[in-house]
């Protein structure tokens, strides 16, 4: 069946430092994968598109990395700040059958940057 | 532009009565989509719609719920009868395009309990 898994529920790291966080997925063949922060009580928002053949996107402090032979993205927030503290979800958008044009959330990693 | 508007913010209610969750999409969006999320489970599609016509529902858990969307700016997901196991928080999402090639804009969410 498929899965998408991130890599850990919680990651703490220090101010300035970069946050690294992955996302892992199987029997899956996605078209897209998209980045979504989510704040407590508040609803996903948006943060990067990546398509399946792009291997780099990048925007402001963020970086997402997208590989289809791992089936995996990476993404980065470097010199991260006490306001990037929040849950990161990753989303793989189908390419076919029952998953096309759907977006498939994984459960998400917390991050706290420490001041 | 508001964004997406849920009602109510918050549901409590007794097991067995019927809910009804609320939602305007962003104007000029053409697709809703409707998702739960728990603990457990994350982030689940349950239904989306495409022009105000139900294109896939095959994540809507049973047929004690149901979704509608009698014109563009309006959609109910309705929980008849409701059970303590149907307790998560409701996102409504609108997009322009599809989600796999545009961004979704999650609403605040209903947070649901089912006494």
């Known amino acids: 069946s498929q899965k998408i898994e991130q890599n850990s529920e919680a990651l703490n790291i220090q101010e300035g430092k970069t946050a690294t966080l992955t996302c892992n997925y199987t029997n899956y063949s996605p078209a897209y994968l998209q980045w979504y922060r989510q704040d407590p009580g508040r609803g996903p928002v948006f943060l990067l598109l990546?398509?399946?053949?792009?291997k780099e996107k990048r925007k402001e402090r963020l970086k997402v990395t997208f590989d289809t032979t791992l089936k995996q993205s990476l993404f980065h927030i470097t010199a991260s700040q006490p306001a990037d503290s929040a849950t990161y979800l990753c989303a793989l958008v189908g390419a076919g059958g029952t998953s096309y044009g759907k977006l498939t959330f994984g459960q998400g990693t917390i991050l706290t940057v420490h001041p | 532009d508001a964004g997406v508007i849920q009602s109510p913010r918050h549901e409590v209610t007794e097991m067995g009565q019927e809910v009804t969750l609320r939602c305007k999409p962003i104007s000029g969006h053409d697709y809703l989509f409707w998702y739960r999320q728990t603990m457990m489970r994350g982030l689940e599609l349950l239904i989306y719609f495409n022009n105000n016509v139900p294109i896939d529902d095959s994540g809507m858990p049973e047929d004690r719920f149901s979704a509608k969307m009698p014109n563009a700016s309006f959609s109910t997901l309705k929980i008849q009868p409701s059970e303590p196991r149907d307790s998560a928080v409701y996102f409504c999402?609108?997009?322009?395009?599809?989600?796999?090639?545009?961004?979704?804009?999650f609403g605040p969410g209903t947070r649901l309990t089912v006494l």
């Open positions: 999402a609108s997009s322009f395009l599809s989600g796999s090639t545009d961004t979704q804009y």
């Open positions: 990546i398509r399946e053949n792009e």
